[in-house]
């Protein structure tokens, strides 16, 4: 299951504190349907139906079938640099 390093679950919270009228906010990650493996990553209202619930720390990560098995071992992570700025990194699992 993907994990979320502290930082991660901090912008994802943060993100999600910016949907307002939403019992259910969180960030989206979602396969690009074009099939090159591509990610999508959006502030959504909620999960869609068939979403994977990821939740850590209070950030929720809602991901897609084909992300969530791309994903499955892997750890997010996110990079702020000094202007604020947010990248956000795939890692593999520490053991």
Known sequence: MLTLTD????????????VSDSADP?????????GTGSLLLSVVDG???DDKVVEA???KIF?????????D???L?????EGGSVAFLVTEQNP
Not at 9 to 14: E, G, L, P
């Open 26 to 34: 969180g960030v989206r990650i979602s396969s690009q349907a074009d």
């Open 47 to 49: 999960p869609e139906s």
């Open 57 to 59: 720390d209070g950030a």
């Open 73 to 75: 071992d892997k750890a």
């Open 77 to 81: 992570d996110a990079d702020i640099d």
């Open 7 to 18: 930082t991660a679950a901090q912008v994802i919270r943060d993100l999600s504190s910016q």
């Open 63 to 71: 991901l897609d079938p084909t992300a969530a098995d791309m994903l």
